[in-house]
């Protein structure tokens, strides 16, 4: 069965960091485009980055570039969020993706002082 399990979300100051981890399993990981997505109370669900099958492409929304960093390692089926100089409207749980159709439950991050 497919599982993706996020884990690294809670509660950090402003300015501060966080580095999500999504453990996948039940599938073949290294054929598969990897994404995290977020929502917030009252927002609309935003995709915050992508990385491709190989690692080498990635793709991220406007108000997160230069702040975020999507990777994988294919050796551990993992695929990481590294979320430097957190700001308040960062707060949502952010969900890992895989082939667009597989989805974790999510890992809340909140920011806030």
């Known amino acids: 069965q497919v599982q993706l399990v996020e884990s690294g979300g809670g509660l950090v100051q402003p300015g501060g960091s966080l580095r999500l981890s999504c453990a996948a399993s039940?599938?073949?990981?290294?054929?598969?485009?990897m994404s995290w997505y977020r929502q917030a109370p009252g927002k609309e669900r935003e995709l915050v980055a992508r990385i491709g099958l190989l690692g080498s492409s990635t793709n991220y929304a406007d108000s997160v570039k230069g702040r975020f960093a999507i990777s994988r390692d294919n050796a551990k089926n993992t695929v990481y969020l590294q979320m430097n100089s957190l700001k308040p409207d960062d707060t949502a749980v952010y969900y890992c993706?895989?082939?667009?159709?597989?989805w974790g439950q999510g890992t809340q991050v909140t920011v806030s002082s």
């Open positions: 039940g599938f073949t990981f290294s054929t598969s485009a």
């Open positions: 993706t895989a082939r667009g159709t597989f």
